[in-house]
C-alpha cells in the first residue's frame, strides 16, 4: 500500500478550552483571520482570543490536498509578504523567483505570441522596451507614474482623521488623482494603444478576471507591482504557510476550534455579543468579533439582514463579489519531463487577445461563463517542480459565475459530472495545443473544483474566490468599511490574495488599537 502523504495542515490540532468567554472571536483560519489572530496577540498580551474554523484545518484557500497519491495546491505565489512574515516570526524556506515572472501566450487567430516577463519593474520595462521599440517612452512614462503612484499608497491612512484628510491630497495626489480611474484609462492616458502591448498590460488586471475598463487603476498597479517586485513560493507545499501562523498563534496563547461554523453572530441593541456554533447550544460570547468571511455569508447570514441598518442592507445588494473558477488539477506520469517544458514560473497565462477579459466578464456578469473555442484565459502552474513531488500541473479558468452548478451537484449527478469532464477537456485542450504537448496522454489523477466546490468550501454563497471584485466602483472608500454597523463587529476587508490577507490582519488590529502598532497606515510600516 501507498504511504499515507503527510500535510502540515493536519498536523494543526485543535486546542479550544470549552471556555464560554473570550476578548476576540475571529471567524475563519484562512490568512486574515491567522494574520489578523496574530497580530492581535503580538500587540495585547495575555487577551483570550478564539478562531472558530468550519474546516478540520487552517489555511481557508490556501491549501493543498492530496488526491491518488498526488498532492494538489490551491495557492501559486506569495507577492512580497517578507516584512509580514518577518514581523510575525514566520521562518520559511522560500524561493524567490529573480528571473521571469510571468509566461505569457497570447492566442489571436493562427498568430500566436509569447513574452517572458521579468520579475523587477526596471527589468519589464527594459523588456517591453526591446519588444515594443516605438512605444519605449510610453512604457517608461507608464510604468515610472505606477511606481510613483504605488509609492504614495504608502502615505495613506486607512481610516483618514480630520486632518489626515487634509493633508491626503499634498502627500499622495496621485492616489487622489486616480482614486475613480480605470485600469484602462491610466493605459489610454500613456498612450497604450498598441493593441499587443496592451494586452500585455492587461494581464494585471485580468490577474482577479476583472477587464482592464472596470478595474480600479491603483488596485491594479498594486497588484503588478507587489507581485512583480519580489515574489515566492515555499520549497514545500502551500499550506505550511498557514500551518506555522497557526502554530505561532497558538504558542502566543491563542485558541483554534476546528470543523465548527459559525452560524449565527449575536447582536444585542446594535452590539456584537458573541456567536453561536452548529450544534452547540449556548453561545460563545465576546466582547469583539472579527469576521473574516464573504460578507455575503458574514453579514447578510450571520448577523442577518434584519439586524443591520437598511442602508447597509444595500450597500451589500449592491457589491459585487469576484467571480468564481474551474480548476483542473491534473497528477502526470512520470514520463513527462515537465522541466523541458518551460513551466518552472509563478504564472504562465495562455489567452485570446484584446477584448478576451471584457467578454469572459460579461459572461460571469449574466450569470454563466464567456469562454469559447476562440475565446479563453486559463493559468497554468506546475507546483512539482518546486516541490520535487510526483508530476502536477493545475489549471485555472477565471471568470466563471455560479450558474447550475450548485443545483447539478445537489440534484443531478450525472449532469455534473459531465460539465466538469467538459470543461476539464475544454482546457486540457487548449493547455496541450499551446503549451503542453500531448498533455492528455500523461494524466494518471484529473480533480476538478466547479464554483460548487468553492462555494462548499469557503461557504461564499457565490463561489467567489477573490472578495470582493476588484472594480473601481468598489476602491478605497467605496470598498465596505472594516468597521461595520454592528459595534465591536469587525470585517477586514483590504483586497483578495495571501497579501491582502495579511495587511487584513494588519489594518484591523491597528483600528481596534487605536493606530497603536502600525500608526494607521494603510499598508504594512510599524511604528
Ligand atoms: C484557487 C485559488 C488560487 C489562488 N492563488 C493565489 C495565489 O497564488 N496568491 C495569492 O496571493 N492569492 C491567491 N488566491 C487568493 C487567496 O488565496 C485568497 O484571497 C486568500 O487566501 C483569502 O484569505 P481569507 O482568509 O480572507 O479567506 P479564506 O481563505 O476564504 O478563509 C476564510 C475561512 O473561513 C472559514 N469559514 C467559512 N465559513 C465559516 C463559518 N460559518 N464558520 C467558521 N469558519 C468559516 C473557511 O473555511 C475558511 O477557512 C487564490 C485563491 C484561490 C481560490
Known amino acids: 500500500m501507498a ?26 483560519s484562512g490568512i486574515s483571520g491567522l494574520s489578523s489572530g496574530l497580530i492581535w496577540l503580538k500587540n495585547t498580551k495575555g ?14 484557500f490556501v491549501t493543498a490536498y492530496e488526491r491518488g497519491g498526488y498532492v494538489f495546491e490551491t495557492t501559486q505565489l506569495l507577492p512580497d509578504v517578507v516584512n509580514v512574515m518577518d514581523y510575525l516570526g514566520l521562518n520559511m524556506k522560500l524561493k524567490e523567483f529573480k528571473g521571469t515572472f510571468m ?12 513574452y517572458k516577463i521579468p520579475a523587477g519593474a526596471d527589468n519589464f520595462i527594459k523588456y517591453l522596451s526591446s519588444i515594443f521599440p516605438e512605444d519605449k517612452k510610453n512604457i517608461e512614462n507608464f510604468m515610472n507614474y505606477g511606481v510613483e503612484l504605488f509609492a504614495q499608497v504608502r502615505k495613506l491612512k486607512t481610516i483618514p482623521t480630520f486632518k489626515d484628510k487634509i493633508t491626503t491630497p499634498f502627500v499622495a495626489p496621485k492616489v487622489i488623482a486616480n482614486l475613480n480611474k480605470t485600469y484602462s484609462e491610466l493605459l489610454d492616458k500613456f498612450n497604450i494603444t498598441n493593441t499587443k502591448l496592451r494586452e500585455v498590460m492587461e494581464t494585471f488586471s485580468a490577474f482577479s478576471g476583472v477587464p482592464s475598463d ?78 473574516t468571511l464573504d460578507p455575503m455569508l458574514g453579514m447578510r447570514k450571520l448577523v442577518g ?60 456578469l449574466a450569470g454563466d461563463n464567456g469562454f469559447a473555442e476562440d475565446r479563453f484565459h486559463a493559468g497554468v502552474l506546475c507546483p512539482s517542480l518546486t516541490t520535487g513531488a510526483k508530476n502536477t500541473i493545475t489549471i485555472r479558468g477565471v471568470p466563471f459565475a455560479l450558474n447550475g452548478w450548485l443545483d447539478w451537484r445537489k440534484n443531478d449527478p450525472k449532469k455534473y459530472a459531465a460539465e466538469k469532464e467538459r470543461w476539464g477537456d475544454y482546457f486540457i485542450d487548449k493547455i496541450e495545443r499551446y503549451m503542453i504537448p500531448n498533455l492528455s496522454k500523461h494524466i494518471v489523477v484529473k480533480d476538478i473544483a466547479t464554483p460548487a466546490t468553492y462555494s462548499r468550501y469557503s461557504g461564499s454563497p457565490t463561489g467567489s474566490i477573490y472578495d470582493m471584485a ?48 502600525n500608526d494607521g497606515n494603510s499598508l504594512f510600516n510599524p511604528r
Open 103 to 114: 509566461r505569457r501566450i497570447v492566442v489571436d487567430g493562427d498568430d500566436v505570441s509569447e
Open 3 to 28: 504511504k499515507k502523504i503527510k500535510l502540515a495542515k493536519d498536523a494543526v490540532k485543535s486546542n479550544f478550552s470549552n471556555s464560554e468567554k473570550y476578548d476576540m472571536i475571529i471567524i475563519g
Open 470 to 517: 476588484t472594480l473601481v466602483t468598489q476602491f478605497g472608500p467605496k470598498r465596505l468599511p472594516m468597521k461595520t454597523p454592528i459595534e465591536n463587529l469587525f470585517q477586514p476587508k483590504f483586497a483578495h490574495g495571501i497579501y491582502g490577507g495579511m495587511m487584513n490582519g494588519v489594518q484591523v488590529v491597528d483600528l481596534i488599537l487605536d493606530r497603536a502598532f
Open 305 to 364: 439582514d434584519e439586524n443591520l441598518p437598511e442602508k447597509y442592507v444595500k450597500r451589500l445588494e449592491n457589491t459585487l463579489m469576484s467571480p468564481s473558477s474551474i480548476n483542473i488539477a491534473l497528477g502526470l506520469d512520470d514520463k513527462i519531463d515537465l522541466a523541458k517544458m518551460d513551466l518552472d514560473y509563478p504564472y504562465n497565462v495562455l489567452s485570446t487577445g484584446l477584448g478576451t477579459t471584457e467578454a469572459l466578464f460579461e459572461g460571469f
Open 47 to 60: 487577551k483570550r482570543t478564539l478562531i472558530i474554523e468550519k474546516n478540520s484545518y487552517p489555511g481557508g
Open 214 to 291: 472596470r478595474a480600479s487603476a491603483v488596485m491594479s498597479y498594486g497588484a503588478m507591482l507587489s507581485s512583480m517586485n519580489r515574489c515566492f513560493r515555499p520549497y514545500g507545499y502551500f499550506d505550511e504557510l498557514p500551518a506555522k501562523m497557526a502554530g505561532l498563534f497558538k504558542n502566543l496563547g491563542g485558541e483554534i476550534r476546528f470543523s465548527s461554523a459559525v452560524e449565527k453572530i449575536i447582536v444585542k441593541d446594535g452590539r456584537v455579543k458573541g456567536v453561536m456554533v452548529k450544534g452547540d447550544s449556548s453561545m460563545i460570547s465576546a466582547d469583539m468579533v472579527i469576521t
